[in-house]
T-cell receptor
């Protein structure tokens, strides 16, 4: 069975602080995909990144960066110099090669205070 | 590109009535569509997977007679909540799969907030 664990229920930071959101996954498949989504108060999911299991390169996109480590089954997300607009719920998700359906973690509420 | 719309964006209905939610892929043909449900302050849970022209596959614990899914075309899937009750109040989100299976692309609609009185 596939499972995604986001142990941090809620994180509060002050603007300009760096923050890391943790994601640990479980799967028996060798081919899989990992995702991060942002859900602002409006409810619409915003796609942030997709990573397949064969690509362990870390990625940086502006203030966002992701650290994928198969050895620890983790796919952590770091926001550098956080801003108030980053306040949202962030979901980590896992998908198998076939079927495409996503298994979501419980989500982490990020509150960035000015 | 790759836009998915949902209609309505919110709906309030009386207990016992049925509600239909539409999910459309606006600029691509979706071979597969997924329906998720999100209760307040909780995560998204997959309800069912639908492929155009075939019966939907429901996740364990989801009543297929209560949540009717029709995927009549490559751009439209509908979810009908039959005989809705207050416990069905939730945020329903659809997503559409695009391209070959291995590409794993999936695009989400904006969601429909259902409140059953």
């Amino acid at each position: 069975a596939q499972k995604v664990t986001q142990a941090q229920t809620e994180i509060s930071v002050v603007e300009k602080e760096d923050v890391t959101l943790d994601c640990v996954y479980e799967t028996r498949d060798t081919t899989y995909y990992l995702f991060w989504y942002k859900q602002p108060p409006s409810g619409e999911l915003v796609f942030l990144i997709r990573r397949n299991s064969f690509d362990e390169q870390n990625e940086i996109s502006g203030r966002y960066s992701w650290n994928f480590q198969k050895s620890t089954s983790s796919f952590n997300f770091t926001i550098t110099a956080s801003q108030v607009v980053d306040s949202a719920v962030y979901f980590c998700a896992l998908s198998m090669e076939y079927g495409n359906k996503l298994v979501f973690g419980a989500g982490t509420i990020l509150r960035v205070k000015s | 590109g790759a836009v998915v719309s949902q209609h309505p964006s919110w709906v309030i209905c009386k207990s016992g009535t049925s509600v239909k939610i539409e999910c459309r892929s606006l600029d691509f043909q979706a071979t597969t569509m997924f329906w998720y449900r999100q209760f307040p302050k909780q995560s998204l849970m997959l309800m069912a997977t639908s492929n155009e022209g075939s019966k939907a596959t429901y996740e364990q614990g989801v009543e297929k007679d209560k949540f009717l899914i029709n995927h009549a075309s490559l751009t439209l899937s509908t979810l009908t909540v039959t005989s809705a009750h207050p416990e069905d109040s939730s945020f329903y989100i659809c997503s559409a799969g695009y391209g070959r299976v291995w590409s794993n692309e999936q695009f989400f609609g904006p969601g429909t907030r259902l409140t059953v009185l």
